[in-house]
């Protein structure tokens, strides 16, 4: 018997193309895959713009990486969630992201970000976390998405003077 002969028709999802699937999570095949090759900091000057103009209290992540290369996510809010369900704040419509992958927390100006016990984990400058301040260039991984945090330059200031 086969996992879809075995379940009900009541346990399948149904797809936004209309077609019933289970909704899994696909794990990484090998190690290999989450190697941790850090990404240079060529920002466009798009980017750098979008950057220089965060409010205090705020923070960008900017895709690296993949079909979504070059977007933008802005952390304005006390929570925000991160995963496959269509009702998370970041949405990564892909099976190496589990439904309800990650939060990510503002206190004040500082964040972080917490796994959600997702099955392949959230990785911190190739470290897997299960929560992890972010600073400024952290460079996240959430399933096969590689994301640099930027925090807001007037943040930046603050704290070092």
């Known amino acids: ?8 028709a009541g346990d399948a999802a149904i797809h936004r193309s209309g077609e019933q699937r289970h909704d899994v999570t696909q794990t990484f095949g ?3 895959d989450l190697s941790f090759v850090p990404f240079g900091v060529e920002l466009t000057d798009v980017e750098q713009s979008a950057i220089a103009a965060l409010p205090s209290g705020s923070a960008l992540l900017l895709m690296r990486s993949g079909a979504l290369a070059g977007a ?22 892909d099976v190496t992201v589990s439904r309800r992958h990650a939060e990510i927390t503002r206190s ?19 470290e897997r976390v299960d929560r992890s301040a972010l600073v400024d260039g952290s460079e996240l ?21």
């Not at 996510?73 to 496959?84: A, I, K, N």
């Not at 004040?108 to 190739?126: C, H, K, M, P, W």
């Open 1 to 8: 018997m086969t996992d879809s002969e075995g379940r009900q």
């Open 30 to 32: 090998h190690d290999s």
């Open 72 to 93: 933008r996510y802005l952390l304005d809010t006390d929570v925000t969630t991160v995963g496959r369900h269509p009702e998370a704040d970041i949405f990564f419509d």
């Open 108 to 126: 004040g100006t500082a964040f972080e970000i917490i796994d959600q016990r997702s099955l392949n984990g959230t990785y911190v400058n190739g």
């Open 141 to 161: 991984r959430v399933g096969k998405f590689r994301l640099n945090f930027f925090a807001s330059p007037a943040d930046r200031a603050a704290a070092n003077a």
